[in-house]
């Protein structure tokens, strides 16, 4: 049960790929040293990012093992958003 609550709370937390998505005329895949934003929105008015914290992943990660980690370390904070960087 413990488990089953650890991963609904895991799928609850956001992964907005929207700055790579423009960046890179895609979504983010394969392998790669992978950068996110976790916590508010990383890009203000000026486009600065400024996010409460950014979690950058070893390199040669599939993206989709990056995320994991990534909602963990989210989790970790307390934190319900990631960004991917671009």
Do not use: C, Q
């Amino acid at each position: 049960m413990k488990d089953l609550i650890e991963r609904l709370e895991e799928s609850a937390i956001r992964v907005d790929t929207s700055a790579w998505d423009r960046s890179h005329s895609g979504k983010p895949k394969k392998f790669g040293l992978w950068m996110f934003s976790i916590g508010k929105n990383p890009i203000d008015r000026d486009h600065d990012v400024r996010g409460d914290y950014v979690f950058t992943s070893n390199v040669g990660l599939k993206y989709s093992e990056a995320v994991k980690l990534a909602k963990a370390e989210a989790k970790k904070r307390k934190k319900d958003n990631i960004w991917v960087m671009a």
